[in-house]
């Protein structure tokens, strides 16, 4: 079941330019975590990272335009971190606790795909289920979505559900607002 995009808040403290918006939605299925997001603003204002020749998993995408998801088990210290560029290059990263133990989570590369159009840049991704289970247990869970958006004078704004303190810090639990469980069609799908 598709999820229709809800808004994206920026952070007062590193506000785009006028007309910059990005929305983003989630949720569980049979296949796994099923995410989008939408970045619209005027053609040639966001910089877009070109498809990279041979995407692959690669560090530091925040630092340009990158759309990103944390989710975690509502009564966990243990969360994910996945991060997807324009260029279809991606992490996803496991920590043990609020910025402590990073590692790159074992798993296969997320199902992604980038439209560029001339007013969005839309980047859907499926992180397989088994690779979320295997490391956060099974569902419910709570997911924080934001996006880095750096324009082309390399002014960068930090959009997400909501913001929980007076810096950009998506790792902030608090601005994790999103409970997650599967669909209905899911669990019939698991029960089979």
Known sequence: MEKALGPLVAHPAAPPSPGVEALASAAL???????????????????????????????????????????????????????LAPSEDWALWAFDGYRAGMRAAACDAPRLRVLRMPRELRVDAIVDAAAVRGFLGPPPYVAGLSAVVEEQDGRRSFFALAHAGERPDFHARASWTLALAPDADAREGEAR
């Open 29 to 83: 299925d049979a296949r796994g975590l099923v995410l989008r997001w939408s970045i619209r603003a005027a053609p040639h204002l966001v910089a877009v990272a070109p498809r990279a020749p041979r995407p692959g998993r690669r560090d530091r995408l925040w630092e340009h335009t990158c759309c990103e998801a944390f989710v975690a088990a509502p009564d966990g210290d243990s969360y994910l971190e996945l991060n």
